[in-house]
């Protein structure tokens, strides 16, 4: 059986968002589905939409793999560890011994071409203009996919430059806000691909060996910010499970600056005690201060400001 069959379920209204069996919020669960079935795989087989919050994540390989059934709390106190996410750690365990998979340069190097339209790269130009859109997009090898028009897509390249795989985006154009997200790798439906990621931007690392390098959560924040303080090399977790010690590794002996989104300060803080110990960390409490509690409900980043600076810049133009 391929790992693919199984595909999150597309969005369509808050009514195919379910409670979530880990934290128990409401609408943010997005569930499995099985392709050849037509059915929903099980229950509590899903993810979280609150990256952030909650981190819930329970695919169907690890669900089958799984010697053990288990209920769902519905009480949704944290007084003990979930079966789910211990046996998602177990599985993630067994996945580092294995090499990891790539994308196929030939598909990475069409999606750059530009011939369809990209909603993100529409949405900044309104800010920054032709010029300035035609060096991030190349700077970042931002591509587009038509699996939904005008969707973009995040590569994880690394410091080698292979293609680990791409976060498919479809994003507002008069507003910037996210709508869809997917894989490439899931979209493909790629049998017997191990999936190791790597952070959004790493294949910039040897472009500047004297500047810090900053890390904020979101690629679209990196973008953005590379665009705003172009005194720092941007990178991007792509979620907040994603700050760990191996996403970090090639980091070694560089100065690292760490933007957690509003609300996030702490958290990135607990985070930082298990990285490695031969990067020189600092974390900015810079979005932390400025942020008002609804913004720090919302959790607001550092784009967010950067991009109402730019507004009222384009209002008085």
Not at 249 to 261: C, G, Q, T, W
Request: charged share 25%; aromatic share 12%.
């Amino acid at each position: 059986m391929s790992q693919y069959r199984f595909t999150l379920e597309p969005y369509i209204s808050s009514k195919n968002r379910y409670e979530c069996p880990s934290c128990g919020e409401k609408h943010t669960f997005t569930r499995y589905i099985d392709e050849e079935k037509k059915e929903y795989v099980g229950l509590e087989v899903g993810k979280c939409d609150r990256e952030q919050k909650c981190g819930y994540h329970l695919t169907p390989k690890e669900f089958f793999q799984s010697q053990t059934s288990f209920s769902i709390d519905h009480s949704h106190q944290n007084t003990t560890i979930n079966p789910a996410v211990l046996r998602q750690v177990a599985f993630r365990a067994k996945q580092k011994t294995q090499p990891a998979s790539f994308i196929d340069e030939e598909l990475f190097l069409k999606s750059l071409e530009g011939s369809h339209p990209n909603n993100f790269l529409i949405f900044l130009e309104s800010f920054i203009g032709n010029a300035a859109i035609a060096e991030v997009m190349g700077k970042y090898k931002i591509g587009t996919s038509k699996k939904w028009k005008g969707a973009t897509v995040f590569w994880q390249t690394d410091e080698q430059n292979k293609v680990r795989t791409g976060k498919m985006m479809l994003y507002n154009r008069l507003t910037g806000k996210k709508k869809k997200v997917n894989w490439v790798h899931s979209v493909l439906k790629l049998q017997d691909f191990n999936l190791k990621q790597c952070l959004f931007g790493l294949h910039l690392l040897n472009s500047d060996k004297q500047k810090a390098i900053a890390i904020v959560e979101s690629e679209k924040t990196a973008v953005i910010a590379s665009i705003a303080y172009p005194q720092f090399i941007w990178m991007a977790t792509g979620g907040l499970m994603n700050l760990k010690a191996s996403m970090l590794k090639p980091l070694a002996n560089r100065e690292v600056i760490l933007f957690p989104d509003a609300g996030c300060h702490g958290t990135w803080n607990e985070k930082v005690a298990d990285l490695p110990p031969n990067i020189k960390y600092f974390i900015s409490d810079l979005v932390e201060k400025k942020a008002t509690a609804d913004q720090k409900q919302e959790g607001w980043d550092i784009a967010d400001y950067i991009l109402r600076i730019w507004r009222v810049r384009t209002i008085y133009a």
